[in-house]
């Protein structure tokens, strides 16, 4: 079933793209944050490395021009190396929501701002919890 959720955020995040013009962290993200909703610190965690990238973002796009595929590709690579360094330097570590998504939000945080983003987020996850919930999926 959870390859479903996948799926199903993937539709619903394109559903509310289209319907507001806001993108709720790219397409895959939505689904996986709604699978990660019984471990809420690894949800903070990856919000942290969302935040550090998107800071990271800016400060080198000061002395590089990054836009298009460019841009894409150093969010996914500085999200990787500041999720690795930060698991080897806090003593615990919850680990990521996978390796693209934070990558993927930070983009999405650069086009269209951090509020928008989550907001959007927000309301996709919404939906997609309560059909888990509907499906018998544990949600918290």
């Known amino acids: 079933m959870y390859n479903e959720i996948i799926v199903l955020g993937v539709l619903l995040s394109l559903l509310f793209a289209e319907l507001t013009g806001v993108s709720p962290a790219g397409l895959v993200v939505a689904?996986?944050?709604?699978?990660?909703l019984q471990t809420p610190l690894r949800i903070a965690y990856t919000l942290l490395i969302v935040l550090l990238t998107w800071?990271?973002?800016k400060l080198l796009s000061r002395?590089?021009?990054?836009?298009?595929?460019?841009?894409?590709?150093?969010?996914?690579?500085?999200?990787?190396?500041?999720?690795?360094?930060?698991?080897?330097?806090?003593p615990y570590d919850p680990g990521i929501i996978g390796?693209?998504?934070?990558?993927?939000?930070?983009?999405?945080?650069?086009?269209?701002?951090?509020?928008?983003?989550?907001?959007?987020?927000?309301?996709?996850?919404?939906?997609?919890?309560?059909?888990?919930?509907?499906?018998?999926?544990?949600?918290?």
Do not use: D
């Open 31 to 36: 689904g996986y944050i709604a699978l990660s």
């Open 55 to 57: 800071g990271a973002f």
């Open 63 to 90: 002395y590089m021009l990054l836009f298009g595929r460019r841009q894409f590709a150093v969010m996914i690579l500085v999200s990787f190396a500041l999720g690795q360094m930060l698991g080897l330097l806090l």
């Open 99 to 140: 390796y693209l998504v934070p990558g993927i939000m930070a983009n999405q945080f650069v086009r269209q701002g951090p509020v928008k983003t989550l907001l959007a987020l927000t309301v996709v996850v919404g939906f997609l919890a309560l059909f888990m919930f509907l499906a018998g999926i544990p949600v918290f």
